[in-house]
């Protein structure tokens, strides 16, 4: 059994931690707020891009011909994986990780036998988790939520469509976590390029476009503005499905830290009951002794 100084140390000790996952729980839900309210903002724009893509690229043989819709042998592959830069959010990072390599095992195993699968990490942690294990790495940004916003996004987005074009990578794919609730993360997989227009529903009141200058001028701009906002909108989701996670995960460690206290003050208050029965025999036991 443990002294009574060592099990005061530890119930000081959790209390401090429990101070700590507190703490970190509130200003994730701080956060977790901001990161909802800029999704929430984002996401009708991207959709609605999304649906004029559609719309247009159905109508228009210039969306056919777009490098950015160029479908080619499959020769090599970029994967964008976005994770945290920080741990303390449970499973977040590893299941990423995970699904990562899933893919690669179901979709370019013999690739990535060759060495033709490259993982572009948006996020300290994904780098980490997929280095170890043998992936090639082609580069890490890291704090880059720390100054999340569509100007930093854009460069590497341009950077991910010149290779694209030069043909370094055939196809370029994104996981990420979505958060379905705060409680709830899914993972998520999309595919960059080639870009695939879908063919828009035929309705009675499709949108008729004029367009101007020229449907091809107007596509080769659309596509390079949706496939950045695309890796945008993941950095998004993901940064708010970080926050969810990391606020649930600090919730259910300062529960176990509130039940190891409890613990630990039983075992002291036993140990401390203990010690003065002890004490109280030997008194009488000496107190025996002289009247013998």
Do not use: W
Request: glycine share 4%; net charge neutral; hydrophobic share 45%.
């Amino acid at each position: 059994m443990a002294s009574l100084k060592e099990v005061r140390n530890r119930i000081v000790s959790v209390n401090s931690t429990q101070q700590i996952t507190k703490a970190m729980k509130m200003v994730s839900a701080a956060k977790l707020r901001r990161a909802q309210d800029a999704i929430s903002q984002m996401r009708p724009f991207a959709k609605k891009l999304a649906e004029m893509i559609s719309t247009v690229s159905a109508q228009a043989e210039a969306g056919q011909s777009n490098p950015f819709t160029e479908v080619r042998e499959v020769k090599n592959v970029l994967i964008v994986v976005v994770t945290s830069d920080r741990g303390l959010c449970g499973a977040f990072n590893a299941n990423v990780g995970k699904a990562t390599i899933a893919l690669v095992d179901a979709k370019y195993a013999a690739l990535q036998a060759s060495g033709n699968v490259t993982i572009l990490p948006l996020g300290k942690k994904g780098g980490e988790y997929l280095s170890r294990r043998g992936y090639q790495i082609l580069d890490t940004y890291t704090d880059i939520f720390t100054r999340l916003n569509f100007a930093n996004v854009r460069e590497i987005g341009e950077m991910i469509l010149t290779d694209f074009t030069d043909k370094k990578y055939d196809v370029v794919e994104v996981l990420f976590n979505y958060s379905k609730n705060v409680a709830t993360q899914i993972i998520e997989t999309e595919q960059l390029l080639p870009m695939v227009p879908v063919e828009a529903e035929t309705k009675a009141s499709a949108v008729d476009y004029i367009f101007e200058p020229t449907e091809e001028e107007i596509i080769q701009e659309l596509i390079p503005k949706s496939i950045k906002l695309s890796i945008f909108r993941a950095l998004l989701e993901s940064n708010a499905a970080e926050h969810g996670a990391r606020m649930t995960a600090m919730d259910k460690a300062t529960e176990n830290a509130g039940e190891l206290i409890k613990a630990l003050k039983l075992e002291y208050n036993r140990s401390r009951q203990a010690a003065i029965t002890k004490e109280i025999l030997e008194i009488v036991g000496g107190a025996e002794a002289l009247t013998a």
